[in-house]
Structure formats: structure tokens, C-alpha cells
């Protein structure tokens, strides 16, 4: 009876843990819908002039195209301009969908394309807008070719340090031709690229090492997390992140582009609230193996008073409300800035993301992974989800989700009236 009444409190618990996680998520997704219509602006003359300079005036095209006819002062046709918003808004790309503008010469062919608003990371924005060479790339390229584009045929490659944010703004206007041609009769199918297959390896390798007789291969698994570390850090470079999570909560999933990584963050939820086990911090996180290195060296360490351990853990609490007061007032922060992992990709990293990653890496060479106890709020979200089977309990980390999810709905009831005073 005592083991049914906790197997039973145990499912409440977990049960609860997930529900808190599935209401926030659509808060966000709410707030993002009702911000994304009431900040949706249409096309302008302006825009279409970096392109056609003559161009006087558009007029909106009924027909399957559903674009813009650019005229000239004597209201002579002398081009075309399409937006991949809404049609394309689907795709995502590292953490959000990208609205595109593209312009076309009377033979429909490509005169140029220009990002006019993005809900992806600013960093990684700013990169692809930079880069001349990308975003010249589909210059005289006709309507037809672009709409059946095969991005590895053309050898077009996405701009480093910004590959998921590049690679789908072109992804997203190949769509948007081909679904003038098709009008809906296509589906987009998932595209399983080389690092998909590379994380996913990754996944299989961390299970077995979590839950096998592979953990006492000591040479085995140091070699792993290196590949991991190196790999994850500074050449894929997307890690499971608070922007991460709360982008793909406000703009969708990105199942079919970014296979792999939806894999990935899928897991590091699902293993510790069905197993117990913390598996991507303690197998794949490029930071935590990090800190785990440099904890090891022969170094004496030092302990935390139980006060202060109790104060320092709820940092990581804070900096979600912190993210969340970010997320739905729109104040203009960016959230890959509050963890340190940006500082793994150098062209992206902002001075906050390499301080916080250098101050805790040297912390760990004195106390026992001071950033995932103390600093990390995607790891305080994965710490949530986690059970801890029949002798679970309702604890502190369950008030302060609670607590957290109250201050949710409270600033989505209020974004309005707040952003009105910060803008006004």
C-alpha cells in the first residue's frame, strides 16, 4: 500500500512538473502570435526602391503569386516583390522564423532579397545581413529555379556561426516561390543532413554511457566528451539554451530543418523526468564537461556553506523570471547574453556570455561545477523535470516553478500596458 501511495505521488509530481513546462510554453506561444499580428507591417515603397529605384508606387497581386507589382511614375510595370511571411513562417531556424522581402526584375528574375524582420537570434541575424556574398546569392536566379532549389546542387552553403539561421532564410524563400507554383499541394518532408546524423550519434552514445557498462571505460568515455566538446562547442555550436527553448516555444518547432537538435533537446527532457538520470549535463553539455575536467585537477577545493549554497541556488530561478520578463515585454536583451555558452561561438559571443563562462571555469577549479549549481537556468529547468522516483517529494524547486509560472501569466496579462510604458 505505502509503495502504491508513493508510485502514485511520484506520477502526481511528474505529471505536474510537465504540465507547469506545457502552460508556460503557451503563454509564449500566445504572446508571440498576438505580438507577431500586432506588429505585422506590409510592404512599402521604400523597401521595394533598395532594389528598383524608379519604382513610384506597388499594387497588391490577387493571384496565386501574392505579391506586389512595382510601377514606375507613368504606372508602367517594372518589377515584382514577394514576403516569405506569413507562408514560410514555419520554418525555423535556430530559434525563430524569418519574414523576407525579395524583389524581381520583369523576367522574374532575382534582383535581390533583404531580411526585413526576424524573431532568430539578433547575433545571428546581424552575421547573415553582413555577409555581401550571402546575401547576393540569389541574384539572377529565375522565380522557377529558385522555388525547386536544391541548396547542395548550387552549392549554397549558410553563413558560419549563423548556418541554421542562413541556411532556412533561403529555405524559406524557395518555399514561399514553390508554394505560389503548387498553391499547398506540397508538404515539407524532413531533411536529415550530416549533423543530424552526427547528434544523434551523440544521443545514442550519452544513453549508453548513462545507463551501460560503457561508464567504466574511463579512456572510452574521455575521448567521447572531447568529440562532444569540440563538436558541440565550436563547430555545430548550438547548445540547449533559455533562448533556445523559449524561441521554439514562440515560434514552433523546427522538426524538418533542425532534426537533430529537436532530437536532442527532446531527450534531455524526456530521460531525467522518466529515469532520474541528468544526462545532458552530465554527458553532453560542452560547458558542464568542461567544468568537469578542471574539477578533477589535483587542486584543493573548497565547500559552500549550506546558507550560501541555499542563496546561490536561486540565481538560476531568477534569470528565468529575468528571461521571461525579456520574452513577453519585448525588452530588446538578448537571452543567449544571460548563459555562457555563446561564448563557445567567438563570432556570436557578447562580453557578458565570455565573463560569465571564464569566471566559471576558473570557480570550477576550486569548487564542484559552481555554473551548473548556481548560474545555469537551462539546467535549473532540466533539474525541474527531473524525478526522483518513489521518494520524490514536493520541494523547493516545485514553489518557485509555481511561483515562476504565476509570473508568467501575470506579465502576459500586462505585456500591453507594460510595453506602452517602457516604448511611450
Known amino acids: 500500500m505505502k509503495n502504491s501511495h508513493s508510485t502514485l505521488k511520484s506520477l502526481l509530481l511528474r505529471g505536474y512538473r510537465l504540465s507547469v513546462i506545457i502552460m508556460v510554453v503557451l503563454i509564449l506561444r500566445d504572446h508571440h502570435l498576438i505580438l507577431k499580428r500586432r506588429t505585422d507591417h506590409p510592404v512599402t515603397v521604400k523597401e521595394v526602391q533598395e532594389f528598383i529605384p524608379d519604382t513610384n508606387q506597388i499594387k497588391e497581386d490577387f493571384s496565386d503569386r501574392e505579391g506586389w507589382y512595382a510601377y514606375d511614375k507613368l504606372g508602367k510595370t517594372i518589377g515584382y516583390a514577394v514576403r516569405t511571411s506569413p507562408t514560410s513562417d514555419f520554418l525555423i531556424g535556430y530559434c525563430g522564423s524569418t519574414d523576407t522581402l525579395v524583389v524581381f526584375d520583369l523576367n522574374d528574375n532575382v534582383l535581390g532579397f533583404q531580411i526585413r524582420a526576424s524573431g532568430d537570434t539578433t547575433r545571428h541575424v546581424k552575421d547573415v545581413k553582413e555577409n555581401e556574398y550571402f546575401m547576393t546569392i540569389l541574384n539572377n536566379m529565375s522565380w522557377d529555379k529558385i522555388a525547386h532549389l536544391d541548396l547542395k546542387e548550387e552549392e549554397i552553403d549558410g ?45 545514442i552514445g550519452s544513453i549508453l554511457f548513462t545507463f551501460s557498462n560503457w561508464r567504466r571505460l574511463k579512456s572510452v568515455r574521455l575521448a567521447f566528451h572531447l568529440i562532444i566538446f569540440v563538436y558541440l562547442g565550436f563547430i555545430y555550436g548550438n547548445m540547449i539554451s533559455i533562448g533556445l527553448v523559449f524561441g521554439w516555444s514562440a515560434a514552433g518547432i523546427p522538426w524538418h530543418l533542425s532534426s537533430g537538435l529537436v532530437l536532442l533537446v527532446m531527450t534531455s527532457i524526456i530521460v531525467p523526468w522518466s529515469t532520474r538520470r541528468p544526462m545532458y549535463c552530465t554527458q553532453i553539455c560542452p560547458h558542464g564537461l568542461a567544468q568537469q575536467w578542471l574539477g578533477n585537477l589535483p587542486i584543493k577545493k573548497r565547500t559552500i556553506s549550506k546558507q550560501w549554497d541555499k542563496s546561490l541556488r536561486i540565481i538560476p530561478a531568477l534569470l528565468i523570471g529575468y528571461a521571461l520578463l525579456i520574452q513577453l515585454l519585448e525588452i530588446p536583451v538578448e537571452l543567449a547574453e544571460l548563459e555562457a555558452f555563446n561564448a563557445y561561438t567567438i563570432s556570436l559571443s557578447g562580453w557578458f556570455s565570455i565573463s560569465l563562462a571564464t569566471l566559471g571555469l576558473i570557480a570550477s577549479l576550486f569548487y564542484r561545477q559552481p555554473y551548473c549549481h548556481y548560474g545555469c537556468p537551462t539546467g535549473a529547468v532540466l533539474n525541474f523535470v527531473r524525478s526522483h522516483g518513489q521518494a520524490d517529494h514536493f520541494q523547493k524547486k516545485d514553489w518557485f516553478a509555481l511561483a515562476l509560472f504565476c509570473w508568467a501569466i501575470f506579465l502576459y496579462w500586462n505585456s500591453g500596458q507594460f510595453t506602452s510604458w517602457i516604448y511611450h
Open 159 to 203: 553563413v558560419s556561426g549563423a548556418t541554421l539561421t542562413s541556411v532556412t532564410t533561403i529555405e524559406a524563400i524557395s518555399y514561399r516561390l514553390r508554394h505560389s507554383l503548387d498553391k499547398a499541394t506540397f508538404s515539407p518532408t524532413i531533411q536529415w543532413q550530416k549533423e543530424d546524423w552526427l547528434l544523434s550519434l551523440i544521443i
